[in-house]
């Protein structure tokens, strides 16, 4: 063999250009190899890998969602402003009624006696006064007389007036058209001043009553459009008609009435329902409720990694909640999410991200 090598010198020059390029590949091979080994501990040494998501914020509906209570547009309690027995029941409870009708009678006992007594007292004491008057003009009485006799005049008067109220206090009439809601007394009860005897509710309308938080508060206007979701799924629109001034001393709260037309006088008052105000357009994130965290001071926000592969935790504000996620606000435009391992890493942490499974 060697004396053939031997008389093809050109063949020993080619086996040996290739020994010697196989024996450069083999070393930068293994320096390739070495650095690896030395970078990649550098890198990863001490860093939590991470998944994550990226997300851009899209327009949607601002609007607060409230627990609020239907109430009648107006219901008052009416009581005997005399003493006297229940006389009538002119009608009965549940019966829609006008403004002034009666809806039940107390016994007159003597106060007819009584405004007829005092008619007469006005009008001997009305004579007395007018002939006093004429007679002053002629010097025959007294200054002093006649004002006496004026005194008691308008006295008579009062005293007729106070009968005739207390005559017409025998007859409860409606100060308002509604229903006949509740009766605390039977005919021939005995009742005295102040005593409870019906209640009378206006349904013609309705007002639905909720408490809004003080951060919340500065976002409503009057006159705003509501959305009234009642407990069995039918919905009712409405409007805005009354922000507290003031804060409830102890919740912090403002109460806010909403009213509804009732056209139809549906005996809605007294049922919860949910408010749904709209509060403008804003730009949010749409991401699961479970990805939302607590910071030390007890804000909600969430954890996304920046450029520098460097956990942030963002407070944001909560805009809506349904079955199909939460919209939130107070994030970057465009923001990768920590979808896997935000239990493990805090704020300033140096990380190692890697898209998620499905992420774009």
Known sequence: MFSQLSKRPWLIAVAISLLLLLWLLSGSLLK???AASADTPAQEQGLTKVE???LEASPMQRQQVIQGQVEAWRRVELRAQISGTVLRLDHDKGSTVKQGQVLLSLSTDNRPAQVAKGEADVRQRAADAS????????????????????????KARAELDLARIQLGNTQISAPFSGVYDQRMVELGDFVQPGQSLLTLVDISQLKVSAQIAQQDVG???????VKVELLDGRELQGELHFIAAAADPDSRSFRIEVKVANPQAMRLAGASATLHIQTGEALAHRLSPALLSLDKAGRHGVKWVNEQQQVVFTPVQLISVDDQGAWVSGLPNKVALITLGQGFVVPGQQVISQLAKGSN
Do not use: D, F, K
Request: glycine share 2%.
């Open 32 to 34: 390739t190899q070495q």
């Open 52 to 54: 994550v998501q990226w």
């Open 131 to 154: 002939a006093a008057e004429r007679l002053r003009q002629r010097n025959l009485v007294s200054s002093n007389e006649l004002i006496r006799l004026q005194s008691e005049l308008a």
């Open 219 to 225: 976002q409503l206007h009057l006159g705003q459009p």
